[in-house]
C-alpha cells in the first residue's frame, strides 16, 4: 500500500547516500549464516528501512525539533555478505571509514554477531549491551560477539571486559556457567530485575561512566532487540514474555545514545521474515534508529 504524501508532514527515512561527511549514517550489516536459530535476519536492513518511512522525523519538546532540520543522516547502503573471514574484514573496514567520517554510526542488524566487526570498525574502547543474553559463548556464532570482543579480537583492539556492561540480562535466558564467565572477567551486568528496581536514569548512568572510563573512549551500544516482552517483539527468535516494554527499549537507548562518548551503534537479532502482520518488531527497530538520531541530536 502507497503512503500518503502531505509536505508539511515530512517522513523518517529516505536519507541520501552517503558522499564524504555525515552526522549520523546508516549501514546495513545483514549477518545470519552463523545463527543459532534459524533465521532471516539478512532481510532486516531492508525492512527497517521501509519502515522508517511510517514515522515523522519530529520530536514533541518543547521545543519541536525536526531530526532532518539539525542533523545530516545519510545511508551508506549495506555490506555484501558479511558472515564469514572476508564478510567481517568488510564490515570492519566500512565502519571504520564511516567512523571517521561521521558522529554515529548506526548498523542495521542482521543477527547478533555484527556486534563483533560494527565495535571493532568504529574503534570502540567500551562495550555496553541491551540483551537478555550475555552472547559469551565459545565459537562464532551470534551468540558470542562480547567473547570475541575479548578474546578474539586483533592486536591492540581488544575491549577491557571492565568496560562492558550488559543491561536486561534475564533469568531463565542465559546458563550459570556463560554468568560465571561474566564474573570472572570482571563484566558489569545489570539484570532485567535490576533495571526495574532502580529506574532507567540510574542505570544509564552508571553504564555510561563504566564503559566511558578513561580519555579518549569510546563506546559501542548493541541493540538486541530480544531483550523484550515477546508481545512487542514476535520477530525476534530468542525473545521471552515478560522482557523489556518497548518504551523501556526506547527509553534506554535514547538515554544511553545522549552521551557524546557513544560512537557506534547496532541493531539486531530481529528476523523481518518471521515478523507478526502487522510488522510490530521490525518497527520498533525503525523506531530505535529514532531514538539513536534523537539522542545525537540532543548532545548539543
Avoid: K
Amino acid at each position: 500500500m502507497a503512503l500518503s504524501h502531505d509536505p508539511l508532514w515530512p517522513r523518517g527515512g529516505d536519507w541520501p547516500a552517503f558522499g564524504t561527511h555525515a552526522d549520523a549514517v546508516l549501514l546495513g550489516v545483514p549477518t545470519w549464516r552463523t545463527s543459532l536459530s534459524p533465521t532471516g535476519a539478512h532481510a532486516t536492513p531492508a525492512a527497517i528501512r521501509d519502515a522508517l518511512l511510517r514515522y515523522s522525523p519530529t520530536l514533541m519538546g518543547p521545543p519541536v525539533v525536526d531530526l532532518n532540520a539539525v542533523l545530516q543522516i545519510a545511508d551508506a547502503g549495506d555490506v555484501h555478505e558479511p558472515d564469514g573471514d572476508e564478510g567481517v574484514a568488510r564490515a570492519i573496514a566500512r565502519v571504520s571509514e564511516l567512523s571517521a567520517a561521521s558522529r554515529l554510526v548506526i548498523a542495521l542488524g542482521g543477527d547478533n554477531s555484527l556486534t563483533y566487526p560494527v565495535a571493532l570498525g568504529s574503534g570502540s574502547t567500551g562495550l555496553i549491551t541491551i540483551d537478555a543474553h550475555f552472547d559469551l559463548r565459545d565459537g562464532v556464532s551470534n551468540g558470542s560477539p562480547v567473547r570475541r570482543l575479548v578474546e578474539d579480537a586483533p592486536d591492540g583492539s581488544a575491549i577491557d571486559p571492565h568496560r562492558i556492561v550488559q543491561i536486561g540480562i534475564a533469568d531463565f535466558a542465559n546458563s550459570a556457567a556463560y554468568a560465571q564467565r561474566a564474573a570472572d572477567w570482571g563484566i558489569r551486568v545489570i539484570t532485567l530485575d535490576e533495571v526495574r528496581r532502580r529506574g532507567i536514569d540510574d542505570v544509564v548512568a552508571e553504564a555510561v561512566e563504566i564503559a566511558g572510563a578513561g580519555d579518549a573512549s569510546r563506546v559501542h551500544l548493541d541493540i538486541d532487540v530480544d531483550a523484550c516482552d515477546r508481545a512487542a517483539t514476535p520477530g525476534c527468535p530468542a525473545s521471552v514474555p515478560g522482557g523489556f516494554a518497548a518504551w523501556e527499549l526506547r527509553a534506554l537507548v535514547r538515554g544511553i545514545a545522549s552521551d557524546p562518548r557513544v560512537v557506534s551503534a547496532d541493531i539486531a537479532e530481529v528476523d523481518a521474515t518471521a515478523d507478526d502482520e502487522d510488522a510490530r518488531t521490525v518497527r520498533l527497530a525503525a523506531l530505535c534508529v529514532l531514538e539513536l538520531l534523537a539522542a545525537l541530536a540532543g548532545r548539543g
